[in-house]
C-alpha cells in the first residue's frame, strides 16, 4: 500500500494529507506534481484540498487537465483507488469521475468552521470502521461545497449506496439547520457506482490528530487501511 498525493498550483491542504498518511498512519507516502505523468507506483491516490489554478473558470475546472490526471482516470478504470477532498472532490466532478457538480454555497459566503457529518452507507473503503450512526466532527473550508446533481442521477445515488456522508447535528440527526452550504440532500460526500473513487467536501486530515483535540477524521484513514 503506497500513497500518492497529488499537487496542483494552488494546492494547501497536501502537507496536511501528507503529514497524516506517513507520520499518523505510518504509511508510504509520495508527492505527485500535476505536470507529470507517472503515479511512481502508488495504490492509493489522494488529491488534497485548496484552490488549484486559483479556482479560475470553476473550481477544479483547469487542473482537471492537468497531465497526471490522465493516469489518475486510468487507474481509477483499472478499479485502483482515488480520494478527493474539497477542491480534490470538485476536481473529481470536473473530471467525470464522480457524478455531480460543487456550485457557490447557498450564502454566497466563503465557510471554514467545523460541521458534524453522518456516514449513510458504511460498506465502502472509507466509511468501513465509522462507527454506524456517530456524528462526526470534521471542519469545511469552502465556498463551493454545494452538490447538486440532477434528480435522476441523485435517485442513482439512493438506489445505490454512492452516498457516503450527509451533514447533520451533533447528534446525527439530518436537518435543514445542519447544513452548511445548501447541498442537496445534504449530502456532503459520494462515490462512484463501482466504488473505488471517492470525494468529500469536509477535512477529514484536519481532525485525525490529538494535538488538535480531534480525531474524528481518523475513523475514515482506519477504514482505507482495513
Request: proline fraction near 4%.
Amino acid at each position: 500500500m503506497k500513497f500518492g498525493v497529488v499537487v496542483f498550483p494552488g494546492s494547501n491542504c497536501d502537507e496536511d494529507m501528507v503529514y497524516v498518511l506517513q507520520h499518523i498512519m505510518k504509511k508510504e507516502t509520495v508527492k505527485l506534481w500535476h505536470k507529470n505523468t507517472s503515479l511512481e507506483g502508488c495504490t492509493h491516490i489522494v488529491l488534497p484540498g485548496g484552490f488549484s489554478y486559483g479556482d479560475y473558470l470553476r473550481s477544479g475546472a483547469i487542473a482537471r487537465f492537468s497531465p497526471i490526471m490522465q493516469s489518475v482516470v486510468e487507474h481509477a478504470a483499472k478499479g485502483g483507488f482515488v480520494f478527493g477532498v474539497c477542491n480534490g472532490f470538485q476536481i473529481l466532478c470536473e473530471a467525470g469521475l464522480l457524478p455531480g457538480a460543487l456550485l457557490h454555497n447557498d450564502s454566497r459566503k466563503f465557510i471554514c468552521k467545523n460541521v458534524f457529518i453522518k456516514a449513510e452507507n458504511n460498506s465502502t473503503q472509507i466509511t468501513s470502521k465509522v462507527p454506524s450512526g456517530k456524528a462526526l466532527k470534521i471542519p469545511i473550508a469552502h465556498g463551493e461545497g454545494k452538490y447538486f446533481a440532477d434528480d435522476a442521477t441523485l435517485k442513482t445515488l439512493e438506489d445505490n449506496g454512492q452516498i457516503l456522508f450527509r451533514y447533520c447535528d451533533e447528534h446525527g440527526k439530518i436537518t435543514g439547520e445542519s447544513n452548511p452550504n445548501g447541498a442537496l440532500h445534504n449530502i456532503a460526500g459520494v462515490c462512484n457506482a463501482g466504488k473505488n473513487v471517492f470525494g468529500m467536501m469536509p477535512h477529514p486530515e484536519r481532525a485525525a490528530d490529538k494535538e488538535l483535540f480531534n480525531e474524528d477524521g481518523r475513523w475514515l484513514f482506519e477504514s482505507i487501511l482495513n
